[in-house]
């Protein structure tokens, strides 16, 4: 049975918060002070994306795109609101990005 669009929604928020986590241990690792890490909660969005555009170039999704539009498509506009559209729209906006570079 194939998921709904609001639980892929719900697992590109997932995604986003392991690029998040995933970047509080690298600083970790690095010796950063604890309170730099937690400063960490909100990272520009430049970064967010350049990070999230590398990720996805490792995934080897030749219908990433589709299923993107998609979810645009199919899911309420009241859903897309607060972190799980923040997350929907910058997948989005690395995916345009590597499909401009191709």
């Known amino acids: 049975e194939a998921p709904l669009p609001s639980e892929k ?10 690029i998040e986590s995933s970047i509080r241990q690298f600083y970790s ?6 309170e730099r890490i ?5 990272f520009p ?3 967010f994306v350049a990070i999230t555009t590398y ?3 490792r995934l080897n999704r030749e219908t990433l795109l589709s299923e993107l539009q ?26 345009n990005f590597i499909m401009q570079k191709s």
Not at 9 to 18: A, G, R
Not at 38 to 42: C, D, I, T
Not at 75 to 90: K, V
């Open 38 to 42: 937690e400063k960490l909660a909100g």
């Open 9 to 18: 929604v719900s697992l590109l928020v997932t995604f986003s918060k392991c």
């Open 70 to 95: 998609l979810l645009y498509d199919l899911t309420p506009e009241y859903d897309l609101s607060g972190s799980e559209g923040y997350c929907l729209t910058n997948v989005c906006i690395a995916m």
């Open 45 to 47: 969005a430049d970064d």
């Open 55 to 57: 990720v996805i170039t």
């Open 29 to 34: 690792e690095q010796g950063a002070p604890a």
